[in-house]
Protein backbone atom coordinates (compact mmCIF):
# COMPACT_ATOMS: atom_id res chain seq x y z
CA UNK A 1 0.00 0.00 0.00
CA UNK A 2 1.77 3.28 -0.95
CA UNK A 3 1.52 6.13 2.30
CA UNK A 4 -0.14 9.27 1.00
CA UNK A 5 1.58 12.25 2.86
CA UNK A 6 -1.25 15.47 3.65
CA UNK A 7 0.80 18.71 3.67
CA UNK A 8 -0.51 20.95 6.39
CA UNK A 9 -1.03 24.47 5.47
CA UNK A 10 0.76 27.29 6.46
CA UNK A 11 -1.83 28.40 8.95
CA UNK A 12 -2.23 25.01 10.11
CA UNK A 13 1.76 24.68 10.42
CA UNK A 14 2.06 28.21 12.75
CA UNK A 15 -1.06 27.26 14.89
CA UNK A 16 1.29 24.27 15.49
CA UNK A 17 4.13 26.17 16.97
CA UNK A 18 1.68 29.09 18.58
CA UNK A 19 0.75 25.78 20.70
CA UNK A 20 4.36 24.57 21.44
CA UNK A 21 4.74 28.18 22.06
CA UNK A 22 2.28 28.21 24.74
CA UNK A 23 3.43 24.56 26.43
CA UNK A 24 6.96 25.78 26.81
CA UNK A 25 5.96 29.09 28.56
CA UNK A 26 3.51 27.44 30.55
CA UNK A 27 6.38 24.75 31.44
CA UNK A 28 8.94 27.93 32.46
CA UNK A 29 6.08 29.73 34.63
CA UNK A 30 4.42 26.54 36.05
CA UNK A 31 1.21 27.41 34.84
CA UNK A 32 -1.44 25.79 32.90
CA UNK A 33 -2.00 25.98 29.18
CA UNK A 34 -5.29 27.94 29.59
CA UNK A 35 -3.65 30.85 32.32
CA UNK A 36 -0.59 31.09 29.55
CA UNK A 37 -3.24 31.79 26.65
CA UNK A 38 -5.30 34.60 28.91
CA UNK A 39 -2.29 36.24 29.87
CA UNK A 40 -1.03 36.43 26.43
CA UNK A 41 -4.94 36.75 24.74
CA UNK A 42 -4.98 40.58 27.40
CA UNK A 43 -1.48 41.82 26.02
CA UNK A 44 -2.13 40.77 22.47
CA UNK A 45 1.03 38.61 22.17
CA UNK A 46 -0.63 35.53 20.44
CA UNK A 47 -1.41 37.92 17.84
CA UNK A 48 0.77 40.94 17.57
CA UNK A 49 3.79 38.53 18.29
CA UNK A 50 4.03 35.16 17.87
CA UNK A 51 1.59 34.84 14.54
CA UNK A 52 2.83 37.96 13.28
CA UNK A 53 6.56 37.26 13.86
CA UNK A 54 6.40 33.58 12.99
CA UNK A 55 8.75 33.58 10.48
CA UNK A 56 11.40 35.18 12.74
CA UNK A 57 10.59 33.41 15.67
CA UNK A 58 10.62 29.79 14.70
CA UNK A 59 14.21 29.83 13.55
CA UNK A 60 15.06 30.46 17.30
CA UNK A 61 15.93 27.49 19.47
CA UNK A 62 13.31 26.50 21.59
CA UNK A 63 15.37 27.74 24.91
CA UNK A 64 15.87 31.26 23.52
CA UNK A 65 11.96 31.45 22.12
CA UNK A 66 11.07 30.56 25.52
CA UNK A 67 13.38 33.12 26.81
CA UNK A 68 11.75 35.83 24.61
CA UNK A 69 8.70 35.18 25.04
CA UNK A 70 8.52 34.75 28.85
CA UNK A 71 10.59 38.59 28.73
CA UNK A 72 8.48 39.78 26.12
CA UNK A 73 4.79 38.72 28.03
CA UNK A 74 6.38 40.26 31.27
CA UNK A 75 7.29 43.59 29.67
CA UNK A 76 3.60 43.62 27.96
CA UNK A 77 2.21 42.92 31.17
CA UNK A 78 4.07 45.59 33.01
CA UNK A 79 3.36 47.86 30.29
CA UNK A 80 -0.04 47.41 30.40
CA UNK A 81 -0.86 47.68 34.17
CA UNK A 82 1.92 50.84 33.84
CA UNK A 83 -0.83 52.76 31.21
CA UNK A 84 -3.83 51.60 33.68
CA UNK A 85 -5.57 49.48 31.22
CA UNK A 86 -7.30 46.77 32.14
Known amino acids: MEETYIEPSRDEVVMAFVASCIESVGDRLDLT ?29 RENLTDNLVETLMTWEKQKNDNGQD
Open 33 to 61: YSEVIERMDAVGLIDKYIYDCYEALHTES
